[in-house]
C-alpha cells in the first residue's frame, strides 16, 4: 500500500492514519459526486459512514498510532450503486463481529462514541467485510434512487 | 463551521451552529461549546444551518450536554434538517438531549 494522494482518475484517496486526515475526504466525496450524479442525501451517508470508518480504523485499528496507510478504494459495480473500500494494514479485526451497541438511554450516564457501527449500519445499503495479506478492508455501499426509464 | 451566541430572555443562551459538524466543524467549535458548557445553564443549540452532522460532530455535542447537565443545567437542540435528526435519532442522543422543531418548545423546555 503505497501512495499519497489521488490516483488519475480520482478513484482512490490514500490518507494517513491521523484524524486531521479525515478532513481530505469531503472534497474527494464532492468530486466524485459531481462526476457520478451521487444525490445530496446519499452524499450525507457516504460522509457519515466512511467519516466513522476511518477514524475507527485509526483509533482502534492502529491504536492512535500515525502514518499507517489508509486508502479508500471508489467503483460503481452497476448504475446508481456506489460502492468504498476502506484498506488497512492494522491487526485482523471484523467490525462486524462486534456488538452493536444499544442507543443511548436517558437513564445511563452520556457517553461518548460507541454508536459507530450504529451509524454505518442505518446510513449504509451494504457493509462487508473480508481480511487482506496486509490486514482488512471493508466495504460499504450505497444506493441511489434510480428514475425509472419511460418508453419513448 | 460557525458558531455564534445570542443571549435569550429568562438566561437562556442561544448557540447557532452554521455548516457542516465533521471532523474539521467539530475541531472549530469544541473550545466555544466547551467554554459555553462551563458557565451556562440552559442552553439552546440551533442546528438550523448544520448541513452535516457525523460521529465526530455527535462527541461536539455530547461533551457539553455532559457537562450542563452535570452541573444541574438543561441543554435542548433545535431545528435539525432530516438527515441531521437521522443521525441525532441513530446514535440515541435525541433521547438524552432533546430535539425540537418549534422555537416557543424549545424555549419551554429550558424554563
Redesign the interface.
Known amino acids: 500500500m503505497t501512495g499519497n494522494g489521488t490516483d488519475e482518475a480520482g478513484d482512490r484517496l490514500a490518507l494517513r492514519s491521523r ?2 486526515d ?2 481530505r475526504l ?1 472534497p474527494w466525496i464532492e468530486g466524485l459526486a459531481s462526476r457520478h450524479a451521487i444525490p445530496e ?1 446519499v452524499q ?1 451517508a457516504i ?2 459512514c466512511l ?2 470508518a476511518l ?1 475507527n480504523a485509526i483509533r482502534h485499528g492502529y491504536g492512535g498510532a500515525p502514518d499507517r496507510p489508509l486508502i479508500v478504494h471508489f467503483t460503481t459495480p452497476s448504475a446508481g450503486y456506489f460502492v468504498f473500500a476502506v484498506d488497512d494494514e492494522a491487526p485482523r479485526f471484523n467490525p462486524l463481529d462486534a456488538p452493536e451497541l ?5 437513564r445511563e ?5 460507541g ?2 457501527l ?2 454505518l449500519r ?2 449504509a445499503d451494504s457493509l462487508e467485510y473480508e481480511p487482506t495479506p496486509a490486514g482488512n478492508r471493508l466495504r460499504i455501499g450505497f444506493c441511489a434512487a434510480v428514475p425509472a426509464v419511460r418508453p419513448k | 463551521m460557525a458558531i455564534a451566541t445570542e443571549e435569550l430572555a429568562g438566561g437562556i443562551t442561544r448557540v447557532i451552529l452554521d455548516g ?1 459538524l ?3 466543524g467539530a475541531a472549530a467549535v469544541d473550545l466555544q461549546m466547551n467554554v459555553i458548557a462551563g458557565s451556562r445553564k440552559a442552553v439552546l443549540v440551533d442546528l438550523q444551518k448544520v448541513s ?5 460532530g ?2 461536539a455535542l ?2 457539553p ?2 457537562a450542563i ?1 452535570g452541573r444541574g443545567g438543561k441543554i435542548v437542540l433545535f431545528g435539525p434538517n432530516e ?1 441531521v435528526e ?2 441525532l435519532k ?4 435525541d ?2 438531549i432533546p430535539v425540537h422543531h418549534e422555537l416557543q418548545s424549545a424555549l419551554a423546555a429550558l424554563q
Open positions: 484524524l486531521s479525515i478532513a469531503r442525501n450525507f460522509n457519515v467519516e466513522e477514524a444499544p442507543p443511548l438511554s436517558p450516564e452520556i457517553r461518548i462514541g454508536q459507530g450504529r451509524l442505518r446510513f | 457542516r465533521d471532523i474539521e452535516f452532522l457525523g460521529s465526530m455527535l462527541r455530547v461533551a450536554a455532559r447537565k438527515l437521522k443521525v441513530t446514535s440515541g442522543i433521547t438524552l
